[in-house]
């Protein structure tokens, strides 16, 4: 059963930084491309960064050079780096394996002074 487990979420100012964690449980992590979405109150779910098999990073547009996205597969987790948090970032973020579409459960992230 494929689990999804995200933390590090919370408040932080703008200009701050927060780091999210995903670990991964039942199935073969090192073998899957995954990802992290948000979704923002009233809007769609959107996927803003993915990580591919071999560590290739991909971004949305308005994330790129703020957000870094990282895995450690000897620890099945993935993460991203967000930096520069803008108030337009809060919204619930959630972990992603693309192949089979499992989300995670989310964690809030709100940007606010």
């Known amino acids: 059963q494929v689990q999804l487990v995200e933390s590090g979420g919370g408040l932080a100012q703008p200009g701050g930084s927060l780091r999210l964690s995903c670990a991964a449980s039942g199935f073969t992590f090192s073998s899957y491309a995954v990802g992290w979405g948000r979704q923002a109150p009233g809007k769609q779910r959107e996927l803003v960064a993915g990580i591919s098999i071999g560590g290739t990073a991909n971004y949305v547009d308005s994330v790129k050079g703020r957000f870094t996205i990282s895995r450690d597969n000897a620890k099945n987790t993935v993460y991203v780096q967000m930096n520069s948090l803008k108030p337009e970032n809060t919204a619930v973020y959630y972990c992603?394996?693309?192949?089979?579409?499992?989300w995670g459960q989310g964690t809030q992230v709100t940007v606010s002074s």
């Open positions: 992603h394996r693309y192949a089979g579409k499992h």
